[in-house]
């Protein structure tokens, strides 16, 4: 089955910037929408940002200008650049890829990978 693994998370000093990868294996077709999704403690999930087949992507307000989304469809791969990081970005962040179908949709999540800023 289709399996998606974060890597990238870590803890970082506010200002500093990361990278988180999403590699997705298991699935012969490539993904409709992929996107980053965060959670902290005591607080709802929230959509990241957002990228569609065609390349279309959206950002949630707080992470405009700071945050890029991007995906390399040969290897199944989402990114998520992250820059000029806050203490409110602290959350675990979580993969998300989905395939659309006539009869349905296939969602698949990752794990999660931690992202702490503190100074």
């Known amino acids: 089955q289709v399996q998606l693994v974060e890597s990238g998370g870590g803890l970082v000093q506010p200002g500093g910037s990361l990278r988180l990868s999403c590699a997705a294996s298991?699935?012969?077709?490539?993904?409709?929408?992929m996107a980053w999704y965060r959670q902290a403690p005591g607080k709802q999930r929230e959509l990241v940002a957002s990228?569609?087949?065609?390349?279309?992507?959206y950002y949630i307000d707080s992470v405009k200008g700071r945050f890029t989304i991007s995906r390399e469809d040969a290897k199944n791969t989402v990114f998520l650049q992250m820059n000029g990081l806050e203490p409110e970005d602290t959350a675990v962040y979580y993969c998300?890829?989905?395939?659309?179908?006539?009869?349905?949709?296939?969602?698949?999540w990752g794990q999660g990978t931690q992202v702490t800023v503190s100074s």
């Open positions: 998300f890829c989905d395939i659309k179908v006539p009869s349905r949709e296939y969602d698949y």
């Open positions: 298991g699935s012969d077709a490539s993904f409709d929408n």
């Open positions: 990228i569609t087949r065609g390349g279309m992507v």
